[in-house]
């Protein structure tokens, strides 16, 4: 089993940044892909960024114009997504993902078996 627990969330103005972190325990971390996925009110969920174990990254193809970032340390058990230039639009919960796998992060979240309470972003116009 694998638990993890996102942080950093909070309000920001836009144009601002925030970066959300996501610890994980209970298992060994680094052969396990990492996602960040949002789902805003009234929205499905949606894929953000994933890394694989080697630290190879997908990011969603409208995704945020380079403006995010994800990675991981595996030292740390903790996997990052640093978000710039947010936008009132990118106001969501954040949530992260895992499961275990030598291949790439997948961006259906059906794939992923383990998910984070969430933690609430909020980018003020």
């Known amino acids: 089993q694998v638990q993890l627990v996102e942080s950093g969330g909070g309000l920001v103005q836009a144009g601002g940044s925030l970066r959300l972190a996501c610890a994980a325990s209970?298992?060994?971390?680094?052969?396990?892909?990492m996602a960040w996925f949002r789902q805003a009110p009234g929205k499905e969920r949606e894929f953000v960024a994933g890394?694989?174990?080697?630290?190879?990254?997908?990011y969603d193809a409208d995704s945020d114009k380079g403006r995010f970032t994800i990675s991981r340390d595996n030292a740390k058990n903790t996997v990052y997504l640093q978000m710039n230039t947010l936008k009132p639009e990118d106001t969501a919960v954040y949530y992260c993902?895992?499961?275990?796998?030598?291949?790439?992060?997948?961006?259906?979240?059906?794939?992923?078996?383990?998910w984070g309470q969430g933690t609430q972003v909020t980018v003020s116009s």
């Open positions: 890394i694989n174990w080697r630290g190879g990254t997908t």
């Open positions: 209970g298992r060994t971390f680094w052969n396990y892909a």
């Open positions: 993902a895992a499961y275990r796998t030598y291949g790439g992060s997948s961006s259906n979240p059906k794939d992923y078996d383990y």
